[in-house]
């Protein structure tokens, strides 16, 4: 009888201790007598199988879902492959639990359910010594890192250190759904302070008690850290995640081509609406070049999917102007006009010629759009008569209400669908159960960016590709529609079921990858079958046999 390598001398309490060896009950009896665990767990071993039925009543019975998520977490801190065996087998019922829409409430509580470290804490204090800090990782060969700093937390705002379990859930999601092995994924809280007052004045509060930080120090600050990740863990991907708008377009514009980098609020998003887009055609008939875009929410979101727009219109043969023109903003202060001097400069290639509107309905009217797309985190703002505006427009028109979590959302599934007797076509950030209207059931769309940013990070990552791209979006855009069954689309959903996440990452990593070789961004030799690479880093949550 041979103990694994990794495993020899090792103490039996410190092994079911350690959540990406542990298998609890379900250690043989061989293993417990050759790793010194026997006494140590009840006397009966169980299947995987098992402990998933076991998870899953203990689950179902939770009173709230806040509750189910606490319990999740927990079992992830203790034991890593049970929990992604639970989450994977039940996708549809889980994702909304270990992520949207129930990790917001989950941030918004973070100093009562915190229990212990998932990723690294790095501080505006720490300013000279964040290699040092990335060093006290357990795992070496990170190949992708989600980083916050906190800033703007879903549609809930400034959460501060809180907003920890967005990266923490974000890369759960890249091994829920692409199967990237959860010992290469890194979290981080970049927690430079909070201008949430309520959060500074509470003593549970667990990051730093003070003012954000701004200009110079904090832009050195980022930058000590992008340094720091490529001396550390030179071959990861580095996600930013939920920055303020004014940080994030320029944090994506300084780094995208110096480093391997991504920002999903401005890009993910926009490849997963593209595609929900993309599918819509399936149903309305047209062309993409046909349709006109507005937008309620001018922010990272709203610019980000206007510029993949703008991409795909220029590959179906309009001018980049052309293009632009067929994308239309509204901010808090109306309709993002050419006049105006108050704009950001993210929002100035969608200024257009136009009289003022004060006000969303009044845009509607009299710009006459085919899709209405809300991201800005403003609950109900789609309102009956903006939505029945749109349906005297349109014979299907496009109503997603993308903002997040399900509390921020423009509006219902049954209200978008109420209001336009049942002829919207509507997607939503966080999940609405079916509804239906006159005999007739309507599935809504999920456009979460979990569709594609997992399947974008695992074709970088099988790739070993030097940069993210634009065009990387575009391509998985185009790849998730074409997953869209007729099924899909009888029943109103312009997105694939949930179910097939795993073989939709799958598909979307194989054409990133590919990109990747075709643009010699990869720095790996092309294999002659890519699909294969893809399916060999792809991590499956099952028992190793330890001796």
């Given at each position: 009888?041979?103990?694994a390598?990794?495993?020899?001398g ?10 990406l060896?542990n ?11 050759a790793?010194g665990?026997?006494?140590?767990l009840?006397?009966?071993v169980?299947?995987l ?8 009543s ?23 492959t049970l929990?992604?065996?639970?989450v994977m087998?039940?996708?549809f019922?889980l994702?909304?639990i ?9 941030c918004q ?7 212990r470290p ?9 300013r ?6 990335l ?27 809180c907003g920890?379990?967005?990266p923490?859930?974000k890369?759960s ?20 302070g ?5 959060l ?13 930080l701004?200009?110079p120090?904090?832009?050195?600050l980022?930058?000590?850290f ?12 580095l996600q930013?995640?939920d920055?303020?708008?004014?940080n994030?377009?320029r944090?994506?514009r300084k ?8 920002n ?48 795909a ?5 309009l ?5 632009r023109e ?8 109306g309709?993002?006009t ?21 006000d ?22 789609f ?8 349906a005297?427009?349109n014979?299907?028109p ?9 509390s921020?959302?423009?509006c ?8 336009t007797d049942?002829r919207?076509?509507?997607?939503s ?9 006159k005999?007739v059931?309507h599935?809504?769309?999920q ?24 065009e ?22 312009v997105?694939p079921?949930?179910?097939r ?12 990858a590919?990109l ?13 079958d890519v ?8 991590y ?7 001796v």
């Amino acid at each position: 009888m041979t103990i694994a390598t990794d495993l020899q001398g090792e103490q039996g309490v410190a092994l079911l201790h350690d959540p990406l060896r542990n298998k609890g009950t379900s250690f043989t009896e061989v293993e417990r007598d050759a790793l010194g665990l026997r006494g140590l767990l009840p006397p009966k071993v169980t299947t995987l199988e098992q402990q998933c039925s076991k998870v899953l009543s203990n689950v179902r019975h939770k009173a709230s879902d806040l509750d189910k998520y606490t319990y999740l977490i927990s079992l992830q801190e203790r034991n890593a492959t049970l929990f992604y065996r639970v989450v994977m087998d039940n996708m549809f019922e889980l994702m909304p639990i270990i992520y949207t829409p129930t990790v917001g409430l989950a941030c918004q509580r973070y100093a009562l359910i915190f229990r212990r470290p998932q990723g690294l804490f790095i501080s505006s204090n720490d300013r000279g010594r964040v290699a040092d800090l990335l060093r006290n990782w357990p795992q070496h060969d990170v190949r992708m890192i989600v980083v916050t700093d906190g800033e703007r937390i879903l549609g809930l705002g400034d959460l501060g250190a809180c907003g920890m379990g967005i990266p923490v859930g974000k890369l759960s999601l890249y091994t829920a759904c692409a199967g990237i092995d959860p010992t290469k994924c890194l979290p981080i809280m970049l927690d430079v302070g909070t201008n949430n007052k309520t959060l500074r004045d509470d003593p549970l509060y667990l990051g730093l008690g003070q003012d954000r930080l701004r200009g110079p120090k904090y832009d050195e600050l980022v930058e000590e850290f992008v340094t720091a990740v490529q001396e550390v863990f030179p071959k990861a991907c580095l996600q930013f995640e939920d920055f303020g708008n004014t940080n994030a377009f320029r944090m994506l514009r300084k780094y995208q081509d110096r480093v391997c980098t991504f920002n999903d609020d401005i890009q993910g998003t926009a490849g997963v609406t593209l595609s929900g887009l993309y599918s819509s055609l399936r149903i309305t008939g047209g062309k993409l070049t046909d349709k006109k875009f507005l937008f309620f929410g001018a922010g990272e979101a709203g610019v980000g999917i206007c510029n993949l727009i703008v991409r795909a219109l220029v590959a179906e043969g309009l001018t980049e102007q052309a293009a632009r023109e067929r994308c239309w903003l509204v901010d808090s202060h109306g309709l993002v006009t050419k006049n105006r001097t108050d704009l950001a400069e993210h929002k100035l290639p969608y200024a257009h010629d136009h009289a003022p509107m004060p006000d969303l309905l009044a845009a509607v009217e009299a710009l006459k759009p085919t899709a209405l797309i809300g991201v800005s985190g403003q609950p109900a703002a789609f309102t009956e008569p903006i939505v029945k505006a749109m349906a005297r427009l349109n014979k299907r028109p496009l109503i997603f209400a993308l903002s997040n979590p399900t509390s921020k959302a423009e509006c219902t599934a049954e209200q978008a669908y109420t209001w336009t007797d049942g002829r919207a076509i509507f997607a939503s950030g966080s999940p609405f159960p079916p509804f239906t209207l006159k005999g007739v059931t309507h599935v809504s769309g999920q456009g979460n960016n979990s569709y594609v940013f997992p399947g974008v990070g695992l074709g970088v990552i099988a790739s070993h590709a030097r940069r993210v791209t634009d065009e990387m979006f575009f391509v998985a855009a185009k790849t998730l529609a074409s997953l869209v069954t007729e099924a899909d689309l009888a029943s109103g959903c312009v997105y694939p079921d949930l179910q097939r996440i795993r073989e939709v990452s799958g598909k979307i990593a194989e054409v990133v990858a590919n990109l990747a070789f075709e643009r010699k961004l990869a720095d790996i030799p092309r294999p002659r079958d890519v699909a294969a690479l893809v399916r060999e880093h792809m991590y499956e949550p099952v028992y190793k046999s330890y001796v």
